[in-house]
């Protein structure tokens, strides 16, 4: 029994735990979710409209919960924020101005103690990318070398950690983002932290030119990728998440889906909730269904084998978070920092109700 819950801020969580023993965890999850032991409930988003504001803006409430038992845990995230929409570089984006409070709440199962509360911004950019490396490992080419990406911001940086964990063969990365200042900072730091050349491009299309992996990580609301800019053998990833009422950003025109030999999901059930743009409209089309799109549960429990052939153009579309990774990411970030002294604890009487002995109401 824990005597005290452990507190850690952004500051605190960050770097703790390495990109390829969080990919580990994420395999290790998604074993258990496709095997049907792990639980998820769908991620649910609240937006209300605030009326005193002088653009239009709205509250938003993010909460994505889930239960992981081979690792004996369950957290869920819960974010309360504000968001409205901008032009940068003359494209359409959200944006999420002003303070905002990110935390994800992670219990031990068996005692059901509460054992951390972690500020959910650094850690998030761990889960996505962790899945991303997850879902490339088997579905990029093994002698991959090349890579393109869209972004320039922390989850981009993420994006090329977890790549370069799983595909160790990469050499090179060329990186495209609206802004020149942007995209070349950016380079130096890859090139300072990762033993591989970064090279900023000024046009989209130059990105995807030779790249044997092409990532976008990007905040943009229009297709940025087209599809007649894959070559064979390329993997894609998209990193966007939406919903059917806010948010449908799409970073994929709908010949990248009509391209593919197939389609791979964080999870189909929440791409049918969102009515995610980016598969829902190329499926309107005829380009693809629902019998062609897997989970990357199916690639961790050999469901589906994932890349069969050099030549094959496979697309993954990291549609959403989930609370099994943040359950197993969380738990491992919060065994670190109790071994390093990090963070704050609090007494877990603040959080825990003792019942007297025999007592079974309900909650």
Known sequence: MHQDVLVLTNEDASDLIGMGEAIDLMREAFRDFGHKRAKIIPRTRISVPQEDAETPTWFWLNVIPGAVPCHGVAAVRVDAAQFAYGRRAGASRKEYPGDFCGLVLVWEMKTRELLGIIQDHAVSAVRVAATTGLAADFLARPDAETMGLYGSGEQAFAQVEAICAVRPGVKSVKVYSPRAESRERFCKRI?????????????????????????????????????????????????????????????????????????????????????????????????????????VSDLCIGHMPGRTGDSQITVHFNNCGMGIQFASVCKRVLEIARERGIGTLLPSKLFMTRRSEGEVFAP
Request: glycine share 8%; with cysteine; hydrophobic share 40%.
């Open 191 to 295: 090139e300072a932290r990762l033993p591989i050349a970064a090279i900023p491009v000024s046009n989209p299309r130059d990105c995807a030119a030779g790249a044997h992996i092409l990532v976008a990580a990007t905040n943009s609301n229009d297709p940025i990728v087209q599809g007649e800019w894959l070559e064979p053998g390329m993997h894609v990833v998209s990193n966007l998440g939406g919903d059917k009422y806010f948010g449908q950003k799409r970073e994929m025109h709908d010949d990248v889906v009509r391209r593919a030999s197939f389609v791979v999901v964080n999870s189909k059930e929440q791409v049918n909730l969102d009515q995610k743009t980016d598969l829902i409209s190329p499926m309107r089309l005829g380009y693809i269904g629902w019998d062609n799109i897997f989970e």
